[in-house]
T-cell receptor
Framework: SQTIHQWPATLVQPVGSPLSLECTVE??????LYWYRQAAGRGLQLLFY??????ISSEVPQNLSASRPQDRQFILSSKKLLLSDSGFYLCAWSAQGAGYTFGSGTRLTVV | GENVEQHPSTLSVQEGDSAVIKCTYSDSASNYFPWYKQELGKRPQLIID?????GEKKDQRIAVTLNKTAKHFSLHITETQPEDSAVYFCAASKSTNAGKSTFGDGTTLTVKP
């Protein structure tokens, strides 16, 4: 069966520090991968998606970036965090035309 | 791009009553409509979905209906229980668009015992 791992679960980072969140999927090949952000009490905003290794599409201009160095690995990064980057970050995967399976999420607080 | 609106934003019902959450979408090419349940502090989980070639789908106490002409779809929960309390999100996507889903803003459902 397919599983998705996301880490870390929580993170407190100072403004201006770098960020690296990692997500890996097991039990499937060539999944569609996504990074979403959820602000407190709000909906889910798509940040990046990827349909294959090295293929990244950005939905929202910001100081975040994403990379997919391997088929089942998706990384969200920032060189310098802003206060506004705080939120709940969710990685997800899907097969084409199917629903999402979300990772357990990373709660990021920028102080 | 796609825009999904979800109503109501909060819903409170008595245990045993029914709950209905409605969503509208803007892109007539959208053809896949999932619903997710998110309990406090946890990840959203897919609970039911419907494709554009189907008008209604049911799974035990939950059902989803789709009106393609009006571009709206709804989640129906019957015989609600306290464990149904959560935030529910609707979403819309196109199979030709890398599976990207546009989400509604969520409905906080509270089931009072």
């Amino acid at each position: 069966s397919q599983t998705i791992h996301q880490w870390p679960a929580t993170l407190v980072q100072p403004v201006g520090s770098p960020l690296s969140l990692e997500c890996t999927v097991e039990g499937t090949s060539n999944p569609n991968l996504y990074w979403y952000r959820q602000a407190a009490g709000r909906g889910l905003q798509l940040l990046f998606y990827s349909v294959g290794i090295g293929q990244i599409s950005s939905e929202v201009p910001q100081n975040l970036s994403a990379s997919r160095p391997q088929d089942r690995q998706f990384i969200l990064s920032s060189k310098k965090l802003l206060l506004s980057d705080s939120g709940f970050y969710l990685c997800a995967w899907s097969a084409q035309g199917a629903g999402y399976t979300f990772g357990s999420g990373t709660r990021l607080t920028v102080v | 791009g796609e825009n999904v609106e979800q109503h109501p934003s909060t819903l409170s019902v008595q245990e045993g009553d029914s709950a209905v959450i409605k969503c509208t979408y803007s892109d007539s090419a959208s053809n896949y409509f999932p619903w997710y349940k998110q309990e406090l502090g946890k990840r959203p989980q897919l609970i039911i979905d419907i494709r554009s070639n189907v008008g209604e789908k049911k799974d035990q106490r939950i059902a989803v209906t789709l009106n393609k002409t009006a571009k709206h779809f709804s989640l129906h929960i019957t015989e609600t229980q306290p464990e149904d309390s959560a935030v529910y999100f609707c979403a819309a996507s196109k199979s030709t668009n890398a599976g990207k889903s546009t989400f509604g803003d969520g409905t906080t459902l509270t089931v009072k015992p």
